[in-house]
């Protein structure tokens, strides 16, 4: 199994740019989380999908951030207009079941200028 | 709202001794509690998990215990290696996984 696949794994735009993480989810896997991680607010969860439909997005920022989940092999977080304090790694994770043990992709690191 | 304190923030042991890091949870609702060990620049890795029907689980060197009525959770690695230093966080599953804030576990050769 190649695990969770999040592209791309850097990111680097100007603010105000519209920026786009992708993920792959393990295949069979009905559930989908998306997580922003800083050194100021740790691992938080953003939004979490089961079987493509958004479960809970309370924590999901401000309307600049929406995620969708088209099918059950991708999903996307879209940030626009960027602004710097969106910089962090974000990481997309999968898991069979509700409380399951997620899988976590190896993140996208996004700077935004 | 849920939220889970972890303790302590950092962790300096020496190589064969054990380390112990503490995790406290507000939602009396929640019924899994996933560690996960993030070594530098990696994505999280689930280490071990426990459920709210069972009060310790072990898997090698490593324990976790819950305590239901208090409402923490604990994780205990025995005899530390080198490889062990990382970062570990705590979850708690009720309407939705919180993590606590990490410890930096270090260890002394």
């Known amino acids: 199994d190649a695990g969770v696949i999040q592209s791309p794994r850097h990111e680097v735009t100007e603010m105000g740019q519209e920026v786009t993480l992708r993920c792959k989810p393990i295949s069979g896997h009905d559930y989908l989380f998306w997580y922003r991680q800083t050194m100021m607010r740790g691992l938080e969860l953003l939004i979490y999908f089961n079987n493509n439909v958004p479960i809970d997005d309370s924590g999901m920022p401000e309307d600049r951030f929406s995620a969708k989940m088209p099918n059950a092999s991708f999903s996307t977080l879209k940030i626009q207009p960027s602004e710097p304090r969106d910089s962090a790694v974000y990481f997309c994770?999968?898991?069979?079941?509700?409380?399951?043990?997620?899988?976590f992709g190896d993140g996208t690191r996004l700077s935004i200028l | 709202g849920e939220n889970v304190e972890q303790h302590p923030s950092t962790l300096s042991v020496q190589e064969g001794d054990s380390a112990v890091i503490k995790c406290t949870y507000s939602?009396?609702?929640?019924?899994?509690f996933p560690w996960y060990k993030q070594e530098l620049g990696k994505r999280p890795q689930l280490i071990i998990d426990i459920r709210s029907n069972v009060g310790e689980k072990k898997d090698q060197r490593i324990a976790v215990t819950l305590n239901k009525t208090a409402k923490h959770f604990s994780l205990h690695i025995t005899e530390t290696q080198p490889e062990d230093s990382a970062v570990y966080f705590c979850?708690?599953?009720?309407?939705?996984?919180?993590f606590g804030s990490g410890t930096r576990l270090s260890i002394r050769p």
């Open positions: 939602d009396s609702a929640s019924n899994y």
């Open positions: 979850a708690a599953w009720a309407s939705k996984i919180i």
């Open positions: 994770a999968s898991s069979p079941g509700l409380n399951q043990p997620q899988h």
